[in-house]
């Protein structure tokens, strides 16, 4: 039985040794990091994700009492920063349900990232802000709550604020227990959210929005095993024990990323603080 994923390393991992698809694994500031690079349709097809990069990072729990951010969110900085354009205003936007807690990495993330499109003109120049990148922030909720699809909703912001990129970030689905709250993935292909759980939602992508796209994630739920099934519980998803605590520092591991890839000049310890 194939048990859903989001992860493109899962996928990667059945399809060895596939042409087509390559992946090469460094270690950053004590990260492991996995990259592999999906070259041509016919592996598109294979495992089903679009062409392109994606990155895994592989660390320690975000549940274990030894994590420390700071320790390690540069690794991921410095990747989103690769995949960044140089110049323009970047919309950051936060998908899920803040309310179900396994679902909330996103909004939950966004609302640490330091938003700054309004900061301009004298106000900035006079607080030392004239550096700060152009930064929108977005929360859109989800379709039962909202009547309105979040592809949808990014869609239209990005025809007012004509971003040079937009960064999406949500919850995802793992096929290996052992990445549940442990594992990010950022890839420059767009995201299908809720693939992972089989509520597949409208692609957010570059065809789509028109502009460059940079996804990202943290796996927190997995599909129950048959064998850990009751006849009668049909299909059912998992989250671990301290799944408050992962959203949590998942939420501020990305937050650091994404701020100390926007706002370079900023030292490790002054993003830290903004939270």
Same mark, same amino acid.
């Not at 354009?85 to 349900?97: D, F, I, M, S």
């Not at 929108?136 to 990129?165: D, N, R, Y």
């Given at each position: 039985?194939?048990?859903?994923?989001?992860?493109?390393?899962?996928?990667?991992e059945?399809?060895?040794?596939?042409?087509?698809?390559?992946?090469?694994?460094?270690?950053?500031?004590?990260?492991?990091?996995?990259?592999?690079? *999906?070259?041509?349709?016919?592996?598109?097809?294979?495992?089903?994700?679009? %062409?392109?990069?994606?990155?895994?990072?592989?660390?320690?729990?975000?549940?274990?009492?030894?994590?420390?951010?700071?320790?390690?969110f540069?690794?991921?900085?410095?990747?989103?920063?690769?995949?960044?354009?140089?110049?323009?205003?970047?919309?950051?936007?936060?998908?899920?349900?803040?309310?179900?807690?396994?679902?909330?990495?996103?909004?939950?993330?966004?609302?640490?990232?330091?938003?700054?499109?309004? *900061?301009?003109?004298?106000?900035?120049?006079?607080?030392?802000? &004239?550096?700060?990148?152009?930064t929108?922030?977005?929360?859109?909720?989800?379709?039962? %709550?909202?009547?309105?699809?979040?592809?949808?909703?990014?869609?239209?912001?990005?025809?007012?604020?004509?971003?040079?990129?937009?960064?999406?970030?949500d919850?995802?689905?793992?096929?290996? $227990?052992?990445?549940?709250?442990?594992?990010?993935? *950022?890839?420059d292909t767009?995201?299908?959210?809720?693939?992972?759980?089989?509520?597949?939602?409208?692609?957010?992508?570059?065809?789509?929005?028109?502009?460059?796209?940079?996804?990202?994630?943290?796996?927190?739920?997995?599909?129950?095993?048959?064998?850990?099934?009751?006849?009668?519980?049909?299909?059912?998803?998992?989250?671990?024990?301290?799944?408050?605590? $992962?959203?949590?520092?998942?939420?501020?591991?990305? &937050?650091?990323?994404v701020?100390?890839?926007?706002?370079?000049?900023?030292?490790?310890?002054? *993003?830290?603080?903004?939270?």
């Open positions: 039985m194939n048990y859903r994923t989001d992860l493109t390393i899962e996928l990667a059945e399809a060895e040794n596939t042409d087509g698809i390559t992946s090469d694994v460094s270690v950053i500031n004590g990260v492991t990091v996995t990259r592999t690079v *999906i070259k041509d349709s016919a592996a598109s097809e294979l495992i089903g994700k679009p %062409q392109g990069n994606y990155y895994t990072l592989e660390m320690l729990p975000f549940s274990d009492a030894a994590f420390e951010p700071d320790e390690c540069e690794a991921a900085s410095d990747i989103i920063r690769e995949l960044l354009p140089e110049h323009g205003c970047v919309l950051t936007a936060g998908l899920g349900n803040s309310s179900v807690t396994p679902d909330s990495v996103g909004p939950k993330s966004v609302g640490r990232i330091l938003a700054t499109r309004h *900061i301009s003109g004298e106000i900035a120049e006079k607080c030392g802000l &004239a550096p700060l990148r152009k929108a922030v977005i929360a859109p909720g989800v379709l039962g %709550q909202t009547g309105i699809e979040a592809a949808e909703h990014i869609k239209w912001l990005c025809e007012g604020l004509k971003p040079s990129a937009v960064i999406v970030i919850s995802m689905a793992a096929r290996n $227990l052992s990445r549940l709250g442990r594992t990010l993935q *950022i890839c767009g995201i299908s959210p809720g693939s992972g759980v089989g509520n597949d939602r409208p692609c957010i992508d570059s065809a789509y929005l028109g502009t460059r796209v940079i996804s990202m994630g943290v796996p927190t739920v997995a599909e129950l095993r048959p064998e850990d099934r009751a006849e009668s519980a049909g299909n059912m998803m998992i989250t671990p024990r301290e799944i408050d605590l $992962l959203t949590d520092r998942a939420s501020r591991f990305i &937050a650091a990323a701020n100390g890839a926007l706002q370079p000049h900023l030292h490790p310890s002054e *993003i830290m603080k903004l939270f």
